[in-house]
């Protein structure tokens, strides 16, 4: 085992993490998952930012495009940690960003990808809420 590929291993646990404490998130516990959330994703960019080296060397930048929309996204749930009410929008980008990992397709597609993801998320949200207005609206029995 070379160090690229411990590297490699340290960026999919960082990705799996994201997602475990997301699940955290949904099965309730407050006070750990904003911690292992924001930990998982400085231990995500920081071994992407290791891999992105060796990346940037073998393509030109424009192929690279993924990179400079991901970052943002990853900023984006660590914000939104700490806010219960957003939780679709992380799951939404978190899975946009693993697909973005995989592609790697170009700027304005994966801006595309993380916008559809964000529309979804909203989308989702707006559907929940309505449909928690409505069954609060109905009498009990």
Do not use: C, K
Request: glycine share 8%; charged share 10%.
């Amino acid at each position: 085992m070379n160090l690229l590929s411990l590297v490699l291993f340290l960026h999919v646990v960082g990705m799996l993490a994201v997602f475990v404490s997301l699940g955290l998130e949904v099965a309730g516990p407050d006070g750990p998952r904003a911690v292992m959330l924001r930990t998982s994703l400085v231990l995500t960019s920081i071994s992407g930012a290791i891999l992105g080296r060796g990346l940037i060397e073998d393509a030109a930048l424009w192929d690279l495009g993924w990179i400079a929309v991901t970052v943002p996204a990853m900023a984006i749930i660590a914000v939104t940690a700490a806010q219960p009410r957003m939780l679709t929008v992380r799951v939404s980008l978190a899975l946009a960003i693993v697909f973005l990992m995989v592609s790697r397709v170009p700027f304005d597609g994966a801006l595309s990808v993380v916008g559809l993801a964000l529309i979804v998320a909203l989308a989702i949200h707006a559907l929940a809420r309505r449909r928690s207005q409505i069954v609060s609206a109905v009498p009990n029995r």
